[in-house]
């Protein structure tokens, strides 16, 4: 699918593509080493205000963490991240995750728990195909289509 990239850049632990793909804004990121909370930080301010630039309220992105760096995400880290994303106008979160790590489709069903009570709609998914995850995300897009 022809998208057109809007910024490439990187923040500690992430590098990270926006594209405008459809209408709307597409955030590939690749987790290029160990990530926290101190690292995610930086990276949702980085594409939240990318979203909010171009005056988007859904956001979506591809999240690679094919080569398995250490991720390291509590419950309170999901709240807060929620916090951040609902404070930027974001309404609907679409997240795709590349991941070997079997233990992430767990994390990925407490942030959907997460995502219900502070009402941020949306779906996320945990995958170790990258196919997978790219079709998730562009039937997302193609659903919400300009």
């Known amino acids: ?3 057109k990239i809007i910024s490439k850049t ?3 632990g992430f590098e990270v593509e926006s594209c405008l793909m459809k209408g709307e804004i597409l955030h590939r990121v690749k987790v290029v080493g160990p990530v926290s909370m ?9 594409t939240l205000e990318t979203n909010r630039s171009h005056g988007k309220a859904i956001y979506f992105s591809i999240l690679d963490n094919s080569e398995n760096h250490e991720n390291e995400l509590t419950y309170g880290d999901l709240k807060r991240l ?11 979160f679409y997240c795709a995750t590349i991941t070997a790590d079997s233990a992430y489709e767990s994390v990925v069903a407490l942030a959907m ?9 949306g779906d996320l998914l945990a995958t170790r195909n990258s196919a997978d995850a790219e079709a998730f995300i562009l039937d997302k897009i193609a659903a919400h289509a300009s």
């Open 10 to 12: 990187s923040v500690p």
């Open 38 to 46: 101190a690292q995610r930080i930086p990276l949702y301010q980085l």
């Open 82 to 92: 929620d916090q951040m994303i609902k404070a930027s106008g974001v309404t609907d």
């Open 1 to 3: 699918m022809a998208s």
């Open 113 to 121: 728990v997460n995502h219900k009570a502070v009402e941020l709609g």
